[in-house]
T-cell receptor, first 117, second 111 residues
Framework: GAVVSQHPSRVICKSGTSVKIECRSLDFQATTMFWYRQFPKQSLMLMATSNEGSKATYEQGVEKDKFLINHASLTLSTLTVTSAHPEDSSFYIC?????????????FGPGTRLLVL | RKEVEQDPGPFNVPEGATVAFNCTYSNSASQSFFWYRQDCRKEPKLLMSVYSSGNEDGRFTAQLNRASQYISLLIRDSKLSDSATYLCAVNKEDNFNKFYFGSGTKLNVKP
């Protein structure tokens, strides 16, 4: 399968600070990347779709000014959680869309665990 | 109604058993379907795609029923290592091929 990396794997920060998470596709170019959030024992919830060279598309209920997304190149997308609060503590996972055959497949990064104190 | 629904389980089965999960989807325009496996505190990993004609990979068989809008995953000869949460994903092709995930079905394979 394709390789997608995510950094950092774990972050502990104080309330009010901003946290940047990087997502890289290592062996293919991804024009589209996705950011998900997963709370314990819940499903992955799509937050936004990151498009190289254009603005991200956010799902309903996700604040675009709080979760800043930048897709600067075909292999890198970043998610910045601005002014993080304890309720933002979650497992953040990115995925990169790789075309193949008759279906596009998403490959996930290893995720970033964010704990806001 | 949720885009994708799954029975959360858990399904507790003995080694060697055959177990099947279903996943229903609400949007008849959905085009692509996948099963992912997620281990505790890890990211989902692609298990298999689900094609209209069905798909088999070793002990795993995936089927699509468009008329009833569900996909299924059958695991034969369960192994202890199959214990995980199985997520179905449904892709509605728009400009960005967004995926919607079910909440997952937890499988526990016991010795």
């Amino acid at each position: 399968g394709a390789v997608v990396s995510q950094h950092p794997s774990r972050v502990i920060c104080k309330s009010g600070t901003s946290v940047k998470i990087e997502c890289r596709s290592l062996d293919f170019q991804a024009t589209t990347m996705f950011w998900y959030r997963q709370f314990p024992k819940q499903s992955l919830m799509l937050m936004a779709t990151s498009n190289e060279g254009s603005k991200a598309t956010y799902e309903q209920g996700v604040e675009k000014d709080k979760f800043l997304i930048n897709h600067a190149s075909l292999t890198l997308s970043t998610l910045t959680v601005t002014s993080a609060h304890p309720e933002d503590s979650s497992f953040y996972i990115c995925s990169a869309s790789r075309p193949g055959g008759s279906q596009e497949t998403q490959y996930f990064g290893p995720g970033t665990r964010l704990l806001v104190l | 109604r949720k885009e994708v629904e799954q029975d959360p389980g858990p399904f507790n089965v003995p080694e060697g058993a055959t177990v099947a999960f279903n996943c229903t989807y609400s949007n008849s325009a959905s085009q692509s379907f996948f099963w992912y496996r997620q281990d505790c505190r890890k990211e989902p990993k692609l298990l298999m795609s689900v094609y209209s004609s069905g798909n088999e990979d070793g002990r795993f068989t995936a089927q699509l029923n468009r008329a009833s809008q569900y996909i299924s995953l059958l695991i034969r000869d369960s192994k202890l290592s199959d214990s995980a949460t199985y997520l179905c994903a449904v892709n509605k092709e728009d400009n960005f091929n967004k995926f919607y995930f079910g909440s997952g079905t937890k499988l526990n394979v016991k010795p």
